[in-house]
């Protein structure tokens, strides 16, 4: 009687367990935005061929200010983005985010003298016409006010 009522208690319990999976809402990347990738200070990665959203974090998992730097795919600097430590009205109090797009291939986190700095690199530009495109900091895609030219 005891071995049935175990065998009954642990199907219930696989039941439940597969009807909560069922109920729990489904998460849809696409909806979610952009990708976030997290760079540690010194470390080099990947930007995958869609727009993305880097975030610096420290040890904590803490997002930290930092000064994204713009190169070109020959190591020329392109130019200097706000830093987040700035808390600029235009860019909002969220600076924590590099907005980068799909020409830039990689990027570099370092840390000087506890300020982080990225960097990131310019890809070899796909497009058929050199029309500079929106990169911003922190804010939506939608909001952009500034542009980096593409070359």
């Not at 990665?45 to 730097?69: L, M, S």
Request: charged share 20%; proline share 5%; with cysteine.
């Amino acid at each position: 009687m005891k071995l049935w009522k175990k065998a009954v208690s642990v199907l219930l319990g696989f039941c439940m367990m597969i009807g909560g999976l069922a109920l729990a809402p489904k998460m849809d990347v696409r909806a979610a935005g952009p990708v976030q990738v997290y760079v540690s200070p010194g470390q080099t990665v990947a930007i995958n061929k869609t727009r993305n959203n880097i975030y610096v974090k420290d040890t904590n998992g803490a997002c930290v200010p930092f000064t994204a730097y713009y190169y070109d795919s020959n190591g020329n600097k392109q130019g200097e983005r706000v830093s987040s430590k700035e808390n600029d009205s235009e860019y909002g109090k969220m600076n924590e985010a590099v907005y980068a797009d799909f020409i830039y291939e990689s990027v570099r986190c370092e840390q000087i003298n506890g300020d982080y700095f990225v960097h990131i690199y310019e890809g070899e530009d796909t497009h058929p016409k050199k029309i500079p495109l929106p990169l911003t900091v922190g804010v939506p895609a939608a909001k952009a006010v500034t542009t980096i030219s593409s070359g």
